[in-house]
Every structure is written in C-alpha cells, then in structure tokens.
C-alpha cells in the first residue's frame, strides 16, 4: 500500500480543513487507516483511526469533538475533517495504514505512512 496524503494549508484559528490520503493497492479496506501527527520539537503523535472491519472510530482527547475521521473504499480514500482548528494543532500530518489492524494509537503497529501535508494554523 502507498499513501498519499494531501489538503494541508493555512489557516486561521477557528477555521477548518479536509486533509485526503489517497491510497494504492486493492486490499485498502482490510487496512485501519490512522492519522498521526507531529509539531516541531515533538514526538509525533496519534490523532485518530477508522477500523477496517465495522468502520469505528477512535481519538485523540486533544481532537475528540473537533476532528472527525472517515473513509471512502470504493475510491480507496481516508479523510480527515478538522474543524474549530487552534495554534496547537500546528504540524506536520501523516495518515498510515496497519493491515487487519486493531486500531491502536501506537507508531510501530501501522506499516505503511505517507509522506506527510503541513497545516498550519494562526492565531
């Protein structure tokens, strides 16, 4: 599976953005689909995950209520929306992939990333 992640930009505290990760290969909705991120200076970090199984959902508590995570199979794409967006949520986002995975927020479980779209938000 190769991933594509796109739709980071600038943008104003308050605003929004759809980030899109495009993947390859025909085995995509038997993969959880993650986005993980990391700001400069910091570990990266989980952000959310969709199952491949009953598409559950799952969140970070620093994005629960603001972000919303979903899926398309039939155009093997992930989405994340991002809404209500602050200063901190400043970085670099990765979505990444773990085949029959769990759904876990850990780095090592996903097998494949992207290379990553910037969002930057301004206060």
């Known amino acids: 599976v190769q991933l594509q992640a796109s739709g980071g930009g600038l943008v104003q505290a308050g605003g929004s953005l759809r980030l899109s990760c495009a993947a390859s290969?025909?085995?995509?909705?038997?993969?959880?689909m993650a986005w993980f991120r990391q700001a400069p200076g910091k570990e990266r970090e989980f952000v959310a995950v969709?199952?491949?199984?009953?598409?559950?959902?799952y969140y970070a508590d620093s994005v629960k209520g603001r972000f919303t995570i979903s899926r398309d199979n039939a155009k093997n794409m992930v989405y994340l929306q991002m809404n209500s967006l602050k200063p901190e949520d400043t970085a670099v986002y990765y979505c990444?992939?773990?085949?029959?995975?769990?759904?876990?927020?850990?780095?090592?479980?996903?097998?494949?990333w992207g290379q990553g779209t910037q969002v930057t938000v301004s206060s």
């Open positions: 990444a992939a773990d085949f029959y995975g769990s759904g876990g927020s850990s780095q090592g479980e996903y097998d494949y």
């Open positions: 290969g025909r085995t995509f909705s038997r993969h959880a």
């Open positions: 969709i199952m491949w199984n009953d598409d559950s959902t």
